[in-house]
């Protein structure tokens, strides 16, 4: 019995023989899963980091990423990009200055952001800066002189008059302007003067700042609306006209608003009581009239005395 349990053992020489052959599995795996990071790390810059940063594009806003590694070591720059929020929180110089540039818009963690992905990234951007034109450029911003023809259009942008091209929302869903229609605009915002645009143009410092915003907004909000969906060239172009065209005018009075508002709701309460009324008074005339003239004409008449 006990030849037999021995026999039925793997020998050593096997056993060396399984190990190996399941380490160079997992090793293969492994080398695979590195390779395919390595890989998707253009489509994830794409989707990810595309609407804030342009490798030899310009700022955005956030930074231009091109030959990012020559201003801060690579530890930096892994450890920044896998938790931001801590940087700016220690004090970090560096990083404080990048959220006062990104006008206090603090970069987001991404979802699946590890140290390897942050290693691919890295390589990536520094090949991309290493060409003469990056496929992460970005949207151009054009230099056009504005005309009233952009202006017109720019407005009828933020009314949703005109769609996006894209399918985004129109901008009157959460913003208003000094001139929006009588019950105004949305109020979709951390504050007040965020969601009146009237004075955006001069608050961003002008064209470019707000062109380059509107090229990539990077609100909690804004961002995962547009970043699927984002504005065309000529489209940033017309807003960025009209935004212009209002600078120096008063911000739209919310209380206007919320008085043209309760005016239209009590005149068309008092337009429903007087229909109501009307068609109550006639309720079942058509029964009655007939009931109230047969009775009249059985009831005797009384007769004149002479």
């Not at 990048?98 to 987001?108: A, D, T």
């Not at 608050?203 to 609306?225: F, H, N």
């Not at 489209?235 to 206007?256: D, K, M, N, T, V």
Request: proline share 6%; aromatic share 6%; with cysteine.
């Amino acid at each position: 019995m006990a030849a037999n349990t021995q026999q039925s053992l793997p020998a050593p020489s096997c056993r060396r023989r399984n190990h190996a052959l399941l380490a160079l599995t997992l090793g293969m795996a492994l080398g695979t899963a590195s390779i395919a990071a390595a890989q998707d790390s253009p489509d994830f810059f794409r989707q990810n980091c595309l609407n804030c940063h342009t490798v030899g594009g310009g700022r955005l806003t956030g930074p231009d990423l091109k030959n990012v590694s020559e201003r801060k070591d690579r530890e930096w720059l892994i450890g920044f990009m896998m938790d931001p929020k801590s940087y700016i929180d220690r004090g970090d110089s560096y990083a404080l200055k990048i959220l006062q540039e990104s006008r206090n818009v603090p970069m987001p963690v991404l979802p699946g952001m590890t140290r390897e992905r942050c290693e691919n990234l890295l390589d990536l951007i520094e090949a991309e800066s290493k060409l003469e034109e990056s496929q992460f450029k970005g949207l151009q911003i054009s230099n056009k002189p504005f005309t009233d023809a952009d202006r017109t259009l720019g407005r009828d942008i933020f009314l949703g008059t005109r769609r996006l091209e894209n399918g985004g929302a129109a901008c009157i869903s959460c913003h208003s302007m000094h001139d929006t229609p009588l019950l105004g605009g949305g109020a979709l915002a951390a504050d007040r003067r965020a969601a009146d645009l009237t004075n955006v143009y001069e608050r961003l410092d002008g064209r470019k700042s707000l062109s380059a915003w509107l090229a990539a907004p990077a609100t909690e909000t804004m961002q995962p609306i547009f970043k699927q969906h984002p504005f065309t060239g000529d489209e940033i172009h017309a807003l960025a006209a009209y935004f212009e065209s209002s600078a120096g005018e008063s911000p739209a009075q919310p209380a206007a608003g919320r008085v043209a508002f309760l005016l239209i709701g009590l005149i068309g309460a008092s337009a429903l009581v007087f229909a109501f009324d009307s068609i109550w008074k006639r309720r079942f005339t058509g029964v009655r009239r007939p009931l109230v003239d047969d009775t009249s004409l059985r009831i005797p008449q009384p007769t004149e005395v002479p």
